[in-house]
């Protein structure tokens, strides 16, 4: 168990509808990414947070966005959604924003 | 742009025999380089790291190897365990807001 919790485990929508994805870091940790794996493709990186600011942003779709709570949990909201957005969505967190990050065991996100 | 490449997608070895599994990068201000462990339906484990101001760095039956000269890294599994059959990923950052990148992943399968 990482410590990273990501809710909810599996989610399966249609196109065109709005989600929204939930990550609540390690305790104490500040930075928190967000992932996306496609089928058969490595871990993109999406976007990064730091205690509750955007600090990094990676190939993120327009459609989608993302913030930190004052908590220090991120949610990841994904809109206008289309078949090609079904992939597992990971987030990760890390004290700081360097060395190793810790990753959630993903959301399985299946448009329809 | 793939900046970090894991040019073996698989790589079967026999228990107890070395697993080694290498990564070529291609973007010279990478300074801190990861290797991450992921089994189905999980999310990626940290492995080992390593910084660029080492050659080596050993955990156990895990040890990285840095070429900077060469941009690539190598991790070797001594003896190997049918537990360590996963895939693996290398990653790689650049500063201290560093995005890890990742390469394609190896799935590693050991046989007894």
């Known amino acids: 168990d990482s410590g990273v919790t990501q809710t909810p485990k599996h989610l399966i929508t249609a196109t065109g509808q709005r989600v929204t994805l939930r990550c609540s870091p390690r305790s104490g940790d500040l930075s928190v990414y967000w992932y996306q794996q496609s089928l058969d493709q490595g871990l993109q990186f999406l976007i990064h947070y730091y205690n509750g600011e955007e600090r990094a942003k990676g190939n993120i779709l327009e459609r989608f966005s993302a913030q930190q709570f004052p908590d220090l949990h991120s949610e990841l909201n994904l809109s206008s959604l289309e078949l090609g957005d079904s992939a597992l969505y990971f987030c990760?967190?890390?004290?700081?924003?360097?060395?190793?990050?810790?990753f959630g065991q993903g959301t399985r996100l299946t448009v329809v | 742009d793939q900046q970090v490449k894991q040019n073996s997608p698989s790589l079967s070895v026999q228990e107890g025999r070395i697993s080694i599994l290498n990564c070529d990068y291609t973007?010279?201000?990478?300074?801190?380089f990861l290797w991450y462990k992921k089994y189905p339906a999980e999310g990626p484990t940290f492995l080992i790291s390593?910084?660029?101001?080492?050659d080596k760095n050993e955990d156990g039956r895990f040890t990285v190897f840095l070429n900077k000269s060469a941009k690539h890294l190598s991790l070797h599994i001594v003896p190997s365990q049918p537990g360590d059959s996963a895939v693996y990923f290398c990653a790689a950052q650049t500063d201290s807001w560093g995005k890890l990148q990742f390469g394609a992943g190896t799935q590693v399968v050991v046989t007894p």
């Open positions: 973007n010279s201000m990478f300074d801190y």
């Open positions: 390593i910084s660029s101001i080492k």
């Open positions: 990760a967190s890390s004290p700081t924003g360097r060395l190793e990050a810790f």
